[in-house]
């Protein structure tokens, strides 16, 4: 496939994540740019079943990182036990 189709994927699931935020997309956006810029640095020569090897490692690598540095935030509600004037 060519680089550019890459490229525009990964754009594409970044809009997507602005849309949709919380960490799940992104991954996938990093994986498909990092296998369009090999694609068009040539560091990757490949045919498409190798390209879509690439793009899973890459996806999965990212988004257990992502979920390293920006943890899942829990639905728990901040509980006051004293007045702020007190």
Known sequence: M???V???GGFVLGIVEVLAPGYVFLGF???ALA???GLWTG???LGLPAQIA???LVSVVAWAVLRK???QQRGEVKRWTRD???
Do not use: E
Request: aromatic letters at 20%; charged letters at 5%.
């Open 84 to 86: 702020i004037n007190d």
């Open 29 to 31: 956006a990093l994986g």
């Open 35 to 37: 296998v369009g810029l």
């Open 69 to 71: 540095v920006f943890p």
């Open 6 to 8: 890459w490229v525009a």
């Open 43 to 45: 560091l990757l020569a």
């Open 2 to 4: 060519a680089w550019w």
């Open 54 to 56: 690439v793009f899973a």
